[in-house]
């Protein structure tokens, strides 16, 4: 529930006050609530904290891929999306384990958990604003120090002016066109998209969260079963970072999609006796 309302707001606040600072704030929150989830006296109580939890984690994310992918060049975006941000989910996830493993008490657990978000507080000083959404905002000496920089790291000259005065002129001239959430269903075309988009997260959302919460019923250790689970996703990851280097979306999407289908359709087909193989209790 909380992933759900931060999605709705989340780009909001970030076209408002900018990514860089709701990134950080929305780290604030998640590792806040997170901290206070462990003096939780009932179920209620870290049912509430984990909805605003939930909240400050999915508008962390929007905030981060979206910064990510305004920043970066084209060229970089796919290595961004695939071995940046989601092979370092999967290094999370395979971490998350070996904490509890060795770590029982969930209050203990939650606490060694939260505070290497504290560490990322650190990141504010080396991580820049997002210079496209500086100029949209019409601070363009902001987003000219933050281009010459990088220009500066990467060893290229950056030209004098950056930005044309004329079209910098034209822009300021033209009143900003406000985005809303009902421009996803607008036109015939980005309806299909957005149609499209809503059934493939459905989808993958309940095949990947259905098989990861199930982990338990696996046959074998609980902790090496579930660190297994998070591991396979790693070279998952550098094969569709292949498959977007040298396939289309279309063909990438549709292939992966109906693997993964197939794979779960051929285990009907395992007899359930053998529990090296099967669910203990099937999904």
């Not at 009902?182 to 809503?198: H, K, V």
Request: glycine share 8%.
């Amino acid at each position: 529930m909380g992933v759900l309302l931060g999605s709705f707001i989340s780009g909001q606040l970030s076209d408002r006050f900018g990514r860089k600072t709701v990134l950080f704030w929305t780290m604030a929150m998640h590792t806040g609530f997170s901290f206070l989830q462990v003096f939780s006296v009932n179920f209620e109580m870290f049912t509430a904290l984990y909805t605003l939890v939930g909240m400050g984690h999915i508008s962390n994310y929007v905030a981060a891929f979206v910064l990510g992918t305004e920043i970066l060049s084209k060229s970089i975006r796919i290595i961004f999306a695939t071995l940046g941000v989601c092979i370092f989910f999967a290094f999370g996830f395979m971490v998350l384990p070996l904490f509890a493993y060795f770590i029982r008490d969930w209050r203990m657990l939650l606490l060694a958990l939260t505070l290497p978000g504290v560490l990322c507080g650190l990141l504010w000083w080396c991580i820049p604003e997002s210079p496209r959404w500086l100029i949209s905002q019409g601070r363009i000496k902001e987003a000219e120090v933050i281009i010459r920089r990088a220009a500066k790291i990467n060893g290229i000259v950056a030209p004098s002016p950056i930005f044309d005065p004329n079209e910098l002129q034209d822009a300021s001239s033209k009143k900003p066109h406000k985005h809303h959430i009902y421009d996803l269903i607008r036109t015939r075309n980005i309806r299909i998209l957005t149609i499209m988009s809503i059934i493939l997260w459905l989808t993958i959302s309940v095949g990947y969260f259905g098989l990861s919460l199930d982990t338990p019923n696996l046959n074998g250790n609980i902790y090496l079963n579930g660190f297994l689970l998070a591991a396979v996703e790693v070279p998952a990851y550098v094969l569709a970072w292949l498959l977007l280097q040298h396939v289309t979306r279309r063909y990438s999407m549709a292939g992966s999609l109906f693997l993964g289908g197939s794979v779960l359709l051929l285990l009907q087909l395992v007899p359930s006796g053998m529990d090296g193989v099967c669910l203990q209790d099937s999904v």
